[in-house]
């Protein structure tokens, strides 16, 4: 194995369905800090989704490998969104879902030559990057390749709880199969590679009950910098920031649309306006920009605007897992943020000291209300959030941590490897 770990000599092939930069999602920004700590290592392979707008933020030499995989396309629950009802249940009952992230033939061709190069290390970035990448080359490539995985949350966490709230009876028997098949999945993958990676201790806890192995926790982190100062303003606004085709984050917008928005409006009126940014929003969400005092902001080059004129960050979330890089952006932002029990979940708040944590749509509201009529209440959560987030959060510390685990799981790699070479010769 030619690894000179104190030389930087590692080669490495990154696998990501998510663009690794720092200004875009939630994903990719955790992609990025990937990115970055496997450069302190060697030299990287990146195969990745088309750069296409962000191509300029890279240096050529960091791309050796940039071609298009079948898996950058977002095929998940594409039956959902489809126009066409045949087409629907073709898909629905063509395969799962999930699955189809495998490559098809063509990536077979077109990443041939791969094959026949040499890795030391395999980081896959969330397990639609493994379904794609062992599709290829699970029977070709060298086994002494370590290999890890970052699931970031837990797809099969998400996923059940869709089917919680699945009520037509085709669809709760089509997702509790693709639910099986995700459980399965991710406990082969735990307990095949060498080592995975979870962004909280509560997503490790879990992971670890299905194996042997013990998850690393890397949370999501930031690059803290000055933030704006919050404008006065008699209107006080509300900012939902996220991916807006993500489901837990259409999910949380249309329960706060609906259950949580009209009292917050009856009592503050025109005081309040209620804005929406981010990626790829759905048709309801769309829908919401001609409702009075909301705005639907797609696909915004940078969302830093929006953070200097919001007053209160909401993140009214019901499901997903992990924890979200969008209340430590929130904090970051120095902004007053009302969240969910989930919502920070895995991020170490405290109700009351970091953030105001409701569950209802009563106590929401009047947690929301009662910030937007108290400026130095505001503050205050704003400021222990910030302070808590950069003693837990810091890039750099978490950009560190990860590159030593991925150094000594290398170190103690080439030893095993050594090791039985050295015994394969004395027999």
Not at 313 to 332: D, F, Q, V, W, Y
Not at 350 to 365: K, T, Y
């Given at each position: 194995m030619a690894i000179h770990l104190g030389n930087f000599n590692v080669n490495i092939l990154f696998v990501t369905n998510e663009v690794p930069v720092t200004t875009g999602s939630g994903s990719q920004r955790r992609a990025a800090m990937h990115l970055r700590a496997l450069k302190r290592l060697g030299h990287v392979t990146m195969i990745v989704p088309p750069l296409?707008?962000?191509?300029?933020?890279?240096?050529?030499?960091?791309?050796?490998?940039?071609?298009?995989?079948?898996?950058?396309?977002?095929?998940?629950?594409?039956?959902?969104?489809?126009?066409?009802?045949?087409?629907?249940?073709?898909?629905?009952?063509?395969?799962?879902?999930?699955?189809?992230?495998?490559?098809?033939?063509?990536?077979?061709?077109?990443?041939?030559?791969?094959?026949?190069?040499k890795y030391d290390l395999l980081f896959a970035f969330r397990l639609r990057s493994v379904v794609w990448w062992e599709s290829i080359f699970r029977n070709s490539c060298d086994q002494t390749m370590t290999r890890v995985i970052d699931f970031d949350d837990i797809e099969s966490v998400v996923f059940s709880k869709r089917i919680e709230r699945e009520t037509r009876?085709?669809?709760?028997?089509?997702?509790?199969?693709?639910?099986?098949?995700?459980?399965?999945?991710?406990?082969?993958?735990?307990?095949?590679?060498?080592?995975?990676?979870?962004?909280?201790?509560?997503?490790?806890?879990?992971?670890?009950?299905?194996?042997?192995?013990?998850?690393?926790?890397?949370?999501?982190?930031?690059?803290?910098?000055?933030?704006?100062?919050?404008?006065?303003?008699?209107?006080?606004?509300?900012?939902?920031?996220?991916?807006l085709s993500y489901f837990p984050n259409v999910e949380g917008i249309e329960w706060f649309f609906r259950e949580v928005w009209p009292i917050v409006r009856q009592k503050l009126d025109e005081r309040v306006r209620l804005e929406i940014v981010g990626l790829r929003p759905p048709a309801q969400i769309q829908a919401l920009d001609l409702e009075p005092a909301v705005s639907v902001t797609a696909n915004a080059p940078s969302v830093a605007p929006h953070y200097a004129e919001a007053h209160i960050i909401i993140a009214p979330l019901m499901a997903g897992s992990g924890t979200r890089i969008k209340l430590i952006e929130a904090s970051a932002m120095g902004r007053a943020i009302v969240t969910t029990s989930l919502g920070c979940e895995g991020l170490g708040f405290v109700d009351g000291v970091h953030a105001e944590i409701a569950d209802n749509p009563e106590e929401f509201a009047e947690r929301v209300i009662a910030l937007a009529r108290n400026p130095a209440r505001r503050a205050g959560l704003a400021e222990a959030a910030r302070e808590h987030a950069i003693a837990a959060f810091s890039s750099d510390a978490v950009v560190e941590s990860l590159e030593q685990n991925l150094r000594d799981l290398l170190a103690k790699s080439t030893r095993d490897f050594s090791q039985t070479i050295a015994e394969s010769r004395r027999v």
């Amino acid at each position: 194995m030619a690894i000179h770990l104190g030389n930087f000599n590692v080669n490495i092939l990154f696998v990501t369905n998510e663009v690794p930069v720092t200004t875009g999602s939630g994903s990719q920004r955790r992609a990025a800090m990937h990115l970055r700590a496997l450069k302190r290592l060697g030299h990287v392979t990146m195969i990745v989704p088309p750069l296409d707008e962000f191509r300029d933020r890279y240096d050529p030499a960091d791309i050796v490998l940039e071609r298009e995989p079948t898996m950058a396309e977002d095929r998940f629950w594409r039956h959902e969104s489809s126009k066409s009802v045949i087409k629907r249940w073709v898909h629905a009952l063509r395969k799962l879902n999930f699955v189809d992230a495998r490559a098809r033939s063509v990536d077979r061709e077109r990443f041939s030559d791969l094959v026949a190069q040499k890795y030391d290390l395999l980081f896959a970035f969330r397990l639609r990057s493994v379904v794609w990448w062992e599709s290829i080359f699970r029977n070709s490539c060298d086994q002494t390749m370590t290999r890890v995985i970052d699931f970031d949350d837990i797809e099969s966490v998400v996923f059940s709880k869709r089917i919680e709230r699945e009520t037509r009876p085709f669809w709760r028997w089509k997702f509790s199969r693709e639910l099986a098949w995700l459980r399965s999945t991710e406990r082969r993958v735990a307990s095949q590679w060498n080592a995975f990676c979870q962004c909280s201790e509560i997503d490790a806890t879990r992971m670890n009950s299905l194996t042997s192995r013990t998850a690393w926790v890397i949370p999501n982190a930031y690059d803290f910098q000055p933030f704006p100062e919050e404008q006065n303003s008699e209107c006080c606004v509300l900012l939902f920031v996220g991916t807006l085709s993500y489901f837990p984050n259409v999910e949380g917008i249309e329960w706060f649309f609906r259950e949580v928005w009209p009292i917050v409006r009856q009592k503050l009126d025109e005081r309040v306006r209620l804005e929406i940014v981010g990626l790829r929003p759905p048709a309801q969400i769309q829908a919401l920009d001609l409702e009075p005092a909301v705005s639907v902001t797609a696909n915004a080059p940078s969302v830093a605007p929006h953070y200097a004129e919001a007053h209160i960050i909401i993140a009214p979330l019901m499901a997903g897992s992990g924890t979200r890089i969008k209340l430590i952006e929130a904090s970051a932002m120095g902004r007053a943020i009302v969240t969910t029990s989930l919502g920070c979940e895995g991020l170490g708040f405290v109700d009351g000291v970091h953030a105001e944590i409701a569950d209802n749509p009563e106590e929401f509201a009047e947690r929301v209300i009662a910030l937007a009529r108290n400026p130095a209440r505001r503050a205050g959560l704003a400021e222990a959030a910030r302070e808590h987030a950069i003693a837990a959060f810091s890039s750099d510390a978490v950009v560190e941590s990860l590159e030593q685990n991925l150094r000594d799981l290398l170190a103690k790699s080439t030893r095993d490897f050594s090791q039985t070479i050295a015994e394969s010769r004395r027999v």
